[in-house]
């Protein structure tokens, strides 16, 4: 079935795909993204690449280093980012009045960025899911939440399912400064740590320099109460994991393999039933404040049928269309489903085994720049 879809990556400053722009995947040329929010810079690498644009590099010498030549990792979403202070309301610069004391008060009392505990990153979804999740899929969370981001919260039962964490546990590397941009390394590239100011305000606020550390670290309340994204501040970041296999269409966590085709956006393909094939399927990645609701940043992961692609890369209307329909929230609902073709179901999924064979192998895997051994929390 995967052999029937090609991938394309867009990117842009919020939900709407008239804005996108076409992710050239694998190449160290960053995309820009400026909003009122946010400006951004941007790379996305995939191993085993086979997608769109049509001349897309099969992979990036990001990977040939460390850690993620040790991890076998898959894809990278890396990316440095400034956030803009907000503009003053109407209302303060309609007024006549001249400044007061309580005014100059209330100005140094404003905001000096975001909250450690609003910055999200994660998926989410504009329509239910709930009845085509896959066998074993509350194990799958367990693995990911117990042994991989122990920060995330979701549901993936509601009408807009989601699956959020705060961005300051839920990067592999963090770094307070721009980092460095260097084609060697496949672009983008941020260690740990952050630039000679980045690192006073990491070590002013207590956050560890080291990356397992800090992310341990940021799960408690009281670390996100003193962590803050500064306005004007630029930092960099990366998300990566050996999980799910781009190349493939396939989610590899220790103890649960599944083909992400059967089942991706919600939709579950059933070999030999009278389903046609979708024409496409969504995956999307976000960075957004969980109080205001502001969208800063969204990664989109599109497999579009190869019939529906024009020689050059270009889409066909019908893809168009398509890509259309799955963002706008169209998706079926309460409909049951099977498990396709060469699945178990669930009963017969055996949940002792997987979460056995997650412990162990997940004991030498490196999500933030050193081992993640049993010490996570």
Excluded at 153 to 161: H, S
């Amino acid at each position: 079935m995967a052999d029937k879809y090609i991938i394309r990556v867009t990117a842009g400053s919020s939900y709407d795909l008239d804005e996108h722009v076409q992710v050239p995947v694998n190449t160290s040329t960053p995309v820009q993204l400026s909003s009122e929010h946010m400006d951004v810079e941007l790379n996305v690498r995939v191993q085993n690449y086979k997608g769109l644009p049509r001349d897309s590099p099969h992979t990036s010498p990001y990977f040939d280093h460390e850690p993620h030549a040790y991890n076998k990792d898959q894809y990278s979403i890396a990316f440095r980012f400034t956030p803009k202070r907000p503009s003053p309301s109407a209302s303060s610069s309609d007024s006549d009045d001249p400044p007061s004391s309580s005014s100059s008060s209330a100005e140094d009392e404003q905001p000096k960025g975001i909250s450690g505990h609003d910055l999200q990153f994660g998926n989410d979804f504009d329509h239910p899911i709930r009845t085509r999740l896959p066998p074993g899929f509350g194990t799958a969370m367990n693995i990911v939440k117990w042994w991989i981001d122990p920060g995330l919260e979701g549901d993936a039962y509601a009408d807009e399912p989601y699956l959020y964490g705060p961005a300051l546990s839920s990067f592999n590397a963090i770094h307070a400064g721009p980092g460095e941009h260097d084609d060697a390394k496949g672009g983008l590239w941020f260690a740990e740590g952050g630039d000679e100011e980045g690192m006073a305000v990491r070590e002013q606020v207590g956050a560890p320099a080291d990356a397992k550390a800090r992310m341990k670290w940021a799960l408690k309340g009281d670390s996100k109460d003193r962590w803050v994204w500064e306005y004007g501040r630029t930092y960099g970041v990366d998300f990566y994991n050996p999980y799910v296999d781009f190349g493939e269409f396939a989610l590899r966590l220790p103890g649960f393999h599944l083909p992400i085709i059967k089942y991706w956006d919600g939709q579950a393909l059933r070999p030999g039933s009278n389903d046609h094939p979708k024409r496409s399927h969504q995956l999307r990645y976000v960075l957004r404040n969980r109080s205001t609701g502001h969208v800063y940043l969204v990664v989109l992961f599109t497999l579009y049928l190869k019939d529906d692609v024009n020689e050059d890369g270009s889409l066909k209307p019908a893809a168009l269309q398509a890509t259309a329909k799955a963002s706008g929230g169209q998706g079926r609902k309460g409909e049951p489903v099977d498990a396709p073709e060469g699945e178990e179901k669930t009963d017969d999924f055996d949940e002792d085994k997987a979460l056995d064979e997650a412990r162990r192998k997940l004991s030498s895997v490196e999500l933030g720049g050193e081992t993640n051994g049993d010490d996570v929390d």
